[in-house]
């Protein structure tokens, strides 16, 4: 909001932590909520699980960041070495570059010794549903962000879905319940968002800048 005063609900509303600023604030309610219940809510991941994220858009980054948070090894992908070396500062373990490694479910498979990871932050809906679920490990869960499988024409293998025990939830934000759940967190770690940027509002009055 762009406002000096605004009355709403206090159901509305939930406390920013206390070492954020408004521009950090600002990153929250979408991206990061939807990663949080991403790794927090079908299925929770906890100290010593392996996450697989997706490229390095909002909610990757975000999933990225609240994995090791929770104490978790994230491999992360991505197609460039430069966003590669980016993903790593933030704390990846490891970064398949699926450019020049296709096929990185069996990367991924490798790099856990055969194993599979116990959840995919999945973002990439009808290309990469089938290899994340290929990637995951016996248990292992898939959020998918944004899409379904019902709806993605992915002319999936139902096999892919049964015998290992593996699960699949659809992530659409989250609760206020969450939220704060996430601030919390965010708070105890002192967490800090990844901002590329900022830009500062031009307010006009009478069509003059002020």
Known sequence: MLAEY???SEEALVRVPGHFSFEEAATLPCAAVTAWVALTGHRKVTAGDTVLTQGSGGVSVFALQLSRLLGARVIATTSTAKKAERLKALGAAEVINYSQTPDWDEKTRELTDGRGVDCVVEIGGPGTIAMSLKALAVGGHVSLIGASLSSSGTGLDPLLLTGRG???????????????AMNRAMALHRLRPVIDRTFRFLI??????I
């Open 6 to 8: 605004a009355v709403l």
């Open 166 to 180: 593996i699960t699949v939830g659809s992530i659409s934000v989250g609760s206020r319940a969450d939220f704060e």
């Open 204 to 209: 006009t009055h009478d069509s003059q800048p």
